[in-house]
Structure formats: C-alpha cells, structure tokens
C-alpha cells in the first residue's frame, strides 16, 4: 500500500456526504436528548425546522418527522447551513464548535471529541468506497457478510467509531467494517502473574489444542524451550496485534525483559473482527469460539480493554446463566441461549496494580476469552444476523427489518410478534422474575433466522454487562460480583431505555418511513407482548404493579450527554446507576394501549 493509497477513501464527494449523515444524526439524537430545540419554520405542518448557533449567527434548516419516543427522523437531503444570508457547505467540525456551549462540551473535552468525530466520518467515507449491497440481497447472505455490512455503528451514539489510538493502516486492517482477516499475537505468560479459568469440563491443555492445534502449541512451546524457558510455567495469551504494537512491547517492557511475557509469534488461524472491535470470530474455523482481547483504544466512550480480576470469574458467570435459562421453563420456551464465555486468561502487572485502582484502564491490558461461536447450534435451514442489522439503512435508504419481513411473507405484525417473542418476553422475564438485567442492543444480541423469520435469540457478552438488582438475592460466591445497587426508580429503565428507546425507537421509525407497519401498530404488538407475558405469571402481579411496564412516562436518559461530558470514561464504574444524565421524561409508547 502506497501513502496515497491509505488515505484514498479520503475524497471531497464522499467527505461532503459522511458530513451530511452524520449531522442528519446529530441533529435528530441531539433534539431527542433536548441539547437542542429545533424551532418550527414557516406554516405548521410542513415538517421544516431551524436550529441556531450559540451566537445565533448560523442556522442549520431541514424537514423532520417526530414519530413516538420524541423521535426525529431528520431527512439529510433537506439540511441546509447558513451565515449571514449565505448558505455554507455542511462541516461537521464546524457543527460542534459553533453549538460547542449548547452541547456542553467544555474547552477540554471539545478537540478530543472532534477528533471522535473525524475518526467515524474517516470510517463512513471507508464505508461509501465499499460495493453496495441492497438489504434485498443482504438478508439473505451469511452471518459475517451482514457482520462485516453494517455502515452505522450504534443508533443513538453520534460518534460511535472514535477508535482513538488507530492509525489508517490500522483501521484498514483491524475495522470490522473493512473485513480484513487478522492473525492473533500468541504471548505466554507466566503462570507468577497469570490465571486461566474455565467453565466446567474444561481443561486448560486440551482446550488449548483444540483452538490451536497441536502442532502450533508444539511450535509455541519450542519457542520457549529455545529460550531455556520451561512451557510448563506459562499460560498462552492471544492478543490483539495492534495491543501488541502499540502498548505491551512499551507498557509492559519490564514485563517482557524478565521473561514474565514471551511473544511467541501470530497463530494460524484467520479471525474477523466483529461490531464491537475488539472480538474476533475464527473465519478459517466457524466452529471454533470468538477471542475477546483487550484494546487499549477509546471508542464511544470508554477504553476497550479487559480486566484480568474480571476475567476470573467469567466462566463461572456464564455457566450460571446457562443454567439457569436451562432450568427456567418460560425462558426455554422463548428459545433463548447464551453463547457461553467458556475460559478466560488474565495477566496482572503487579506494579500498576499497586499504583491504581481496579478500575484504571492500566489493569485492562492484557486479558482474553474465548466465547462459544453460535455457528453449531444452527439447525437446518436456520442462519445468524446481529440483532443490529435491524435497524440497518442501505445506500436506497431502505430498512434491512423490510426486506427480512418481504422475505418471510408474513405479515408484519406477525413477523414482529415472533421477534418480540424471541427478544423481549426474555428480558421482561428475567428482570420480573430474577431481578436480572442485561444489556440487550443490538450488537449484544444474535438473531437467529429461517426465511427471514426470527426463530429465537442468542444473548452475548454475558459477564461483563448483566446484572443482578435484587439485594437480597441468593447468588453463589463466584457471581456475586453481579449485584448492583439501583434506586426502585430506575430500575425499569433496563427495558425503557435499552431496549424501548435505544432500539425499538428506530425500528418502529424506519418500518414506518417504509410504509410497512405504522407506528400505533408496531407498539400495540410491543403491549400485546408485554400483556400476554404478564397474564401468563399471575404469581408476579404484585411485581407488575410495583414496575409498571404501562406508566404514562419515564425518565429521558441520554447515553450523548454522558460522551460530550466525559469521552475518556462515560460512566463511573463504580456508580452506573448514579452517572446516568436524566432530562425529563418520555411518554411510554405502550401506555394505554
């Protein structure tokens, strides 16, 4: 690859159009979020609306539908900036300085957020140089395909593809999106610093040559045998490379002059990085389990890496859920599973532990897992799709959700009752019955498919973002960690947020704007849902009164404001609940129906 060519996405037509979509999405997210008040322009009813700079001296004009959930659905063809009675191409940049005191951002958080913003704009023009695949056609390729095909990123977050620390080079080759196959780092570790569990049944050696073969443990362990070093003491850590590159050769140089940490070479297998960066799925074995790494990049928020305390309990968080999904008659019948985190390897550095507290990102350098690929679990007929692509928008600005229900031939309240079924009566089980939440978005979520039908769902990224808010649950030592404190008022906000106004919000807009499933319909089939769960557990009423799934309201809570407050570390990890930015109130798109 030449200079020139690293950059060549980089061009002023497709910069014009990734500036255009992304402002489309600030205004609609920041107006949700009430950051802005987008004024009504010219006669009512026309849908045209204007939002002025801080010194009021630029307007930025469009046409919007407001739909349920104070949801705008902003047309980016019709944004129009303006100064002084000129009108000025779209700049993102430019967007957020001028409305820099009304987005709150201070002086010291504003350039690292530009750069945010260049960095997901960078990625969107990627994305525009990629062929492209109308949903038609995408709804019915495989699972990594779709993976690799989303063009957005998370729905609500506007800049959702910061990965502060990538190079071009880097990006090219480590973004989900560009679909580049990656050989993971192999270190061994040794055993003084480091840990490895498992779930039950699992054991470290013969785990190890399953996901790498015996002939490249073999070629590992001569590499350390050259070096007068005993195989016996070390553990094997996979590690993403840019981790590698970038912080351990560096950070952790003490550890790998003394022979703590031995770099033994890349593995053989290829692995695609997926939505959330920093997970691998085996493309050259689909069978074999996911490699979660640490990264040490900011994206959307927080450092990416992994805690080897937290890793040591993972496995036995998981093989406690799968268990008790398994045990739960209402949860079997919905179809769940998890795709169990079945081992974990942590490395901890000594010295920076005793220099931090556990939740410094200097304790999530080095650690990985292995998670079940959910590739064996299909039965004939049946294919996977990240629960994301439903709210994904192609290039015609048509809705992935359509074209799975033109291809079902159901109708589309029936094809969204039997996602609800598969997706939402779990979530509402789980918290009612075990006080146990998850954190359900779409890329925390596999669908599994036939014919463009949902046949059930798999919950991922178990351990570290579910939760148990029930204080006097009985856990078992090793899931203990999993209980939070959360004010009764809050507690709700596990579905109406996560899943009502981070998710159904833009399915029910974008099958709308389709023309497909009006909007009184889509949550009518939301409440029928809700309602037949319920009437099916009379022995939880009092829990259904006590956490009312029909309020009239409940609290906005704005996952921008806590970014453009803090980008580094969006939520105190030892207070989530407490860092949550709440503005008012939303009505509930279910009450009274």
Not at 31 to 60: K, M, Q, W
Not at 123 to 133: A, F, M, S, V
């Amino acid at each position: 690859m030449t200079l020139s060519d690293a950059v060549a996405h980089l061009s002023p037509h497709r910069w014009a159009r990734a500036n255009r979509l992304l402002i489309r999405k600030a205004l609609a997210e920041f107006a949700h979020e009430r950051l802005i008040t987008p004024e009504p322009e010219g006669d009512e009813g026309t849908g045209r609306y204007v939002v002025r700079s801080d010194d009021g001296l630029t307007r930025y004009e469009f046409t919007a539908t407001r739909r349920a959930l104070d949801h705008w659905q902003v047309d980016a063809d019709s944004i129009t900036r303006h100064h002084d009675g000129r009108e000025l191409p779209l700049a993102a940049l430019d967007f957020f300085i001028e409305l820099q005191k009304t987005l709150g951002l201070s002086d010291e958080i504003l350039p690292v957020y530009l750069e945010e913003i260049s960095s997901t704009l960078s990625g969107t023009c990627y994305k525009l140089t990629k062929p492209q695949i109308p949903v038609a056609e995408l709804v019915r390729s495989g699972f990594q395909a779709i993976e690799t095909g989303m063009t957005e990123g998370h729905p609500c977050f506007v800049a959702n593809n910061g990965r502060l620390g990538f190079g071009v080079h880097e990006y090219l080759s480590y973004a989900p999106e560009t679909a580049s196959p990656v050989r993971l780092v192999w270190l061994a570790a040794h055993r003084s610093r480091a840990a490895f569990t498992a779930g039950v049944g699992i054991e470290y050696e013969a785990f190890l040559r399953d996901e790498l073969g015996a002939e490249t443990v073999e070629r590992f362990h001569t590499v350390l045998r050259e070096q007068d070093l005993d195989p016996a003491d070390y553990l094997l850590i996979p590690v993403h490379p840019w981790q590698w590159w970038n912080k351990l050769t560096v950070t952790f140089a003490a550890e790998v002059a003394q022979r703590h940490l031995v770099c033994l070479g890349e593995g053989d297998d290829e692995y695609l990085a997926q939505q959330s960066i920093r997970t691998f799925f085996n493309k050259s074995a689909p069978e074999k389990h996911y490699v979660k790494t640490a990264l040490s990049v900011i994206n959307m928020g927080f450092m990416r890496g992994l805690s080897a305390a937290y890793m040591e309990a993972t496995p036995a968080i998981n093989d406690w859920l799968a268990g008790l999904i398994v045990n739960d008659p209402v949860l079997r019948s919905t179809g769940l599973s998890v795709i169990r985190e079945r081992a974990a390897v942590g490395y901890r550095h000594l010295e920076y532990e005793a220099a931090t507290d556990r939740y410094s990102p200097y304790r999530k350098m080095l650690a990985a897992l292995w998670r079940e690929s959910p590739v064996s679990s299909l039965q004939e007929g049946e294919s996977l799709a990240t629960m994301a692509s439903l709210v994904h928008v192609d290039h015609e600005g048509a809705s992935f959700a359509t074209a799975l229900i033109e291809r079902s031939g159901l109708p589309p309240v029936e094809w969204l009752r039997r996602y609800l079924h598969a997706y939402l009566t779990p979530l509402l089980h789980s918290f009612y019955a075990y006080d146990l939440v998850f954190m359900p978005h779409g890329e925390n979520v596999i669908l599994v498919l036939k014919d463009g039908v949902v046949q059930r769902a798999i919950y991922k990224d178990i351990a570290e973002e579910i939760a148990v808010m029930d204080p006097d649950a009985v856990l078992p030592p090793a899931v203990e960690r999993l209980r939070v404190e959360v004010p009764e008022d809050k507690k709700l906000l596990s579905i109406f947020t996560d899943v009502f106004d981070c998710f159904f919000r833009f399915l029910a807009a974008d099958l709308a704007g389709d023309g497909v499933l009006d909007e009184t319909d889509f949550w009518r089939t939301v409440a029928d849902c809700v309602r037949d769960y319920q009437a099916a557990r009379p022995e939880l009423a009092d829990k259904f009164r006590q956490y009312d799934m029909f309020a009239p309201e409940f609290a906005l809570s704005c996952l921008n404001r806590l970014q453009l407050r803090n980008n580094k570390e969006m939520v105190d990890l030892a207070d989530p609940a407490g860092a949550l930015q709440l503005v008012g109130t939303l009505k509930n798109p279910i009450a009274g129906l």
